[in-house]
C-alpha cells in the first residue's frame, strides 16, 4: 500500500503564493508518477500538474506559469509551488499517484486551498 499525505493549504489573498507538499509512504516502489488535482465546489476533479521520477513535468493550460511542480526523490515528496493565485484556484488539492503494479490510483485526503480578499 501507498499513503499519501498533503500539507499546506489554506486562506490566502488574490495575487498571494502557497506551496502545497504531498509526502508518500509504504510501498514507494510501486509509484513513478505523482500529481496534483483538484476540485472545486460543483466541478470535477482535474488534473493540475504531474511530474516523473525523472523530473519531467505536465501541467494544465489553467496554471501555466504560475504553478511550478517538484520533487525530492529522497524524501517521497512532491511539490505544488503556486503563485498569482486566483478566486477560481479555490479548491481542494489532492496528491495523486499511479501504482505501476496495480494500475489504481493512490490519493491523499487533500488540502483546502482558498483564495478570496
Known amino acids: 500500500q501507498v499513503q499519501l499525505v498533503e500539507s499546506g493549504g489554506g486562506l490566502v489573498q488574490p495575487g498571494g503564493s502557497l506551496r502545497l507538499s504531498c509526502a508518500a509512504s509504504?510501498?514507494?516502489?510501486?509509484?513513478?508518477?505523482m500529481g496534483w488535482y483538484r476540485q472545486a465546489p460543483g466541478k470535477q476533479r482535474e488534473l493540475v500538474a504531474a511530474v516523473t521520477s525523472g523530473g519531467s513535468t505536465s501541467y494544465a493550460d489553467s496554471v501555466k506559469g504560475r504553478f511550478t511542480i517538484s520533487r525530492d526523490n529522497a524524501k517521497n515528496t512532491v511539490y505544488l509551488q503556486m503563485v498569482s493565485l486566483k478566486p477560481e484556484d479555490t479548491a481542494v488539492y489532492y496528491c495523486?499517484?499511479?501504482?505501476?503494479?496495480?494500475?489504481?490510483?493512490?490519493w491523499g485526503k487533500g488540502t483546502l486551498v482558498t483564495v478570496s480578499s
Open positions: 509504504g510501498s514507494v516502489v510501486r509509484i513513478d508518477v
Open positions: 495523486n499517484a499511479p501504482d505501476r503494479v496495480s494500475g489504481m490510483h493512490h
